[in-house]
């Protein structure tokens, strides 16, 4: 277990505003082909299955690793977003790669 703070708390529900559903089937369509995915419950990158791992998870069951994910994607989402985290569009590339960190920049935080 893991002593998360309000603020990362706070933060990263904010800036994951992607519901967990919404993630897994980005995630599912991000990586399928035209031979299938495999193993649908393993696409995406690794930290966007971390953080849909950390949607499913009650504060009290997160793990150190955990934690340091949540400030990974707090502080990656920031880097590419103003701080009010408005509904902005961007270029493709740069909005899936948003997208498959929990975060859709043209939906309000």
């Known amino acids: ?12 529900h904010r800036v994951v505003n992607m519901t967990s559903r919404e993630l897994s089937e980005w995630l599912r369509t991000r990586d399928a082909g035209e031979e299938g995915e495999e193993l649908p419950d393993q696409a995406g990158t690794p930290t966007g299955q971390q953080v849909l791992a950390i949607l ?29 985290l408005e509904p902005t569009a961007g270029q493709a590339g740069w909005r899936r790669r948003l997208m498959s960190l929990g975060h859709d920049p043209l939906k309000p935080a």
């Open 1 to 12: 277990m893991a002593d998360v703070d309000d603020e990362l708390w706070d933060e990263f």
């Open 56 to 84: 499913g998870k009650r504060r009290q069951d997160l793990t150190p690793h955990d934690t340091d994910v949540m400030r990974r994607v707090v502080d990656r989402v920031h880097a590419q977003r103003r701080d009010d």
